[in-house]
Each structure stands twice: as structure tokens, then as C-alpha cells.
């Protein structure tokens, strides 16, 4: 797996790792979102070599946000695992689809100030949210509105940006609670802030790290397609039962060295993680419509088919 450029807008490169070109293997560009624990197959399928055994060499670029989408209609990137902004998109009618899912539960934990210790608690305060009327904005909402609050009524939201400016945010007294993910949710409550609720107790619906791909793509080289879904269930499934192992990995790859966060962390991820790489429809129904809410205007139904195609995974299976 190699890394390169993309000519696309506001790109962040990172590189992932480096191996000899071979004339055997297809060269392929896929764009990831971040380093995060729901990734992690990707990564695991390219250490352990499973795109090449499959006949791929992967060129994996960081590209943060839509822009991922963006440079995968441009023809920028051949796959991306924007698995979010790939929902979105073709529930907005583009020709893309999610045929892998990674992660089927949202990673978000709602933490809050230390003598904070319940969302009511949260009446008259100020929680921060990364956008407007994105997905972690509706979530806390979602969370809120369960919890008998009004938002920007009983609880006020302030944007506070990407996940490191809400951690500051949050330390410096500046915002009450907010949705992080792992390893920063467990960073803060080491230092006695509190966890008081899980987004996925109150929206399982939600897809972290996934396979997007074009229709065009699926069309004219499904054989690609499958190869690549094939060895990152391999890697997805090799993470799930290889502890030993994936407690030497994350460390490097996260950045990590504490060994009760790493475990703690790994953990979490056997909680998280789609079992093959695909959902039922119900879950994909969910997906749909918790999409719709964010993209707002008016609610048409979106069959399934036109979103996911998860053939793919089932083939490979």
C-alpha cells in the first residue's frame, strides 16, 4: 500500500505504508477519512497483506470530510471510506454506493464537565457540536429530545469544530458536554470527566468506516470491486479474533502507548464492529432516514438498493 496525491481541494495526506510495485498487482487509490478505531480493518488488510494476496496494490490517501466524495465522482480516488458522505450522496440521487460497512454503531460518547452527572443535569448549559445540521448535530439533539430538553431552548449548542478544538473547548470550561470519540472520551474521564450517555443507545443507525464506491465502477469492474471488499472482511474478521496481535498494532497506529487505554479501546471496537461487513434491512432503512434528517427539505422514500449494494460482501462470504 502506497501513498500519493489526489488533485482535489483541501486534502490531507497521510502515509499509511510502502511496498514494491509488482506488473501482477492493480493499482488502486482509496481515500480514507482519518486514523480512527474503526479503520482499522483497512489497516489490518494491509499489514497482514491481504489486498495483494487478493491481486491489489492499494494507495491509500487521507482525505478529510466530503472531499473524499468529492475526488471519488471527480475519478480522483477509486474508492473512499467516507461511508457517511457515500449514504449521503446517494440518498440525494448520485451514482455511488456503500458496499462495505465497517463499523454499524456510532462511535460518539457524550461527555460533560465533572460535576455534571446526567444529560438533564445539561438544563441552562451550553453543549458544543462540530456543524450545524450535521450528524453529530442531530445526534445530540436525538439525545437531548429523549432526555426531555429542548434544544437551543432547555440547552443551548455552540459550535466548537473538529474533535480536538471540543476537547479544549471541554477542558477549558468553555462548553458543558459534548460527543467525542475513542481514545479521547477515555482520556477525559481519567481526568474525572463524565460519561453520561452513548449515541448508539438512541441511534444504532450510523455507519463508521466503509467501502463507497461508484456505479460506474461496480459496472464496469466488479471483479475490483469483490477483491477489495474480499480482503478487508479478511482484514475486518482477522482484528476481531487476533487480540494479541491487534493490542501490537494500535499502539503504532493510533498513537498510543498506554496499554489499559489500548485495551480498552480494542474492547470497544469488538463491540462495535459489523460481523461481515454488511447490515439488514432494517438497519439500512434507519441509515436512510436518519440521512434525510440531515440533509433536510423534503422526506421521499429511498429504497435500499439505491444506497448500498452489499452483493459484494455476500460473494465474497
Do not use: C
Not at 451514482?95 to 456510532?106: A, D, G, Q, Y
Amino acid at each position: 500500500m502506497r501513498i500519493g496525491y489526489v488533485p482535489v481541494l483541501v486534502v490531507l495526506f497521510l502515509t499509511i505504508g510502502a511496498s514494491p510495485i509488482s506488473a501482477q498487482l492493480k493499482k488502486v487509490r482509496f481515500s480514507t477519512t482519518g486514523i480512527s478505531i474503526s479503520e482499522l480493518p483497512f489497516k489490518v488488510a494491509h499489514l497482514k497483506g491481504f489486498y495483494r494476496e487478493e491481486g491489489l496494490d492499494v494507495e491509500t490517501i487521507l482525505i478529510r470530510g466530503a472531499v473524499g466524495m468529492q475526488a471519488l465522482l471527480g475519478g480522483s480516488v477509486d474508492y473512499t471510506s467516507a461511508s457517511g458522505s457515500t449514504i449521503a450522496a446517494a440518498v440525494r440521487g448520485l451514482p455511488v454506493k456503500l458496499v462495505f460497512i465497517s463499523s454499524s454503531k456510532p462511535q460518539f460518547e457524550l461527555i460533560s464537565q465533572p460535576q455534571i452527572k446526567s444529560v438533564q443535569e445539561l438544563k441552562g448549559k451550553i453543549v458544543g457540536i462540530s456543524s450545524r445540521g450535521g450528524s453529530n448535530d442531530l445526534l445530540m439533539q436525538t439525545i437531548l429530545q429523549k432526555n426531555g430538553l429542548a434544544p437551543n431552548k432547555d440547552v443551548t449548542t455552540l459550535i466548537v469544530g473538529a474533535q480536538e478544538e471540543t476537547v479544549i473547548a471541554l477542558r477549558t470550561g468553555r462548553i458543558a458536554a459534548a460527543l467525542l470519540t475513542p481514545p479521547r472520551n477515555f482520556m477525559l474521564q481519567r481526568d474525572g470527566f463524565n460519561r453520561i450517555a452513548y449515541s448508539g443507545d438512541y441511534m444504532s443507525t450510523y455507519a463508521n468506516g466503509g467501502i463507497g464506491v461508484t456505479d460506474e465502477k461496480i459496472k464496469t469492474n466488479s471483479a475490483e470491486v469483490l477483491a477489495l471488499v474480499k480482503a478487508t472482511i479478511k482484514g475486518l474478521q482477522y482484528s476481531m479474533q487476533n487480540r494479541a496481535e491487534m493490542l501490537k498494532v494500535i499502539p503504532p497506529y493510533l498513537g498510543i502507548k498506554d496499554t489499559a487505554l489500548v485495551e480498552q479501546l480494542y474492547d470497544l471496537y469488538l463491540t462495535r464492529q459489523s460481523v461481515d461487513g454488511s447490515v439488514d434491512d432494517s438497519w439500512m432503512r434507519g441509515a436512510i432516514e436518519f440521512t434525510q434528517k440531515t440533509l433536510g427539505g423534503a422526506v421521499k422514500e429511498v429504497p435500499p438498493s439505491q444506497v448500498f449494494d452489499f452483493s459484494f460482501v455476500q460473494k465474497a462470504r
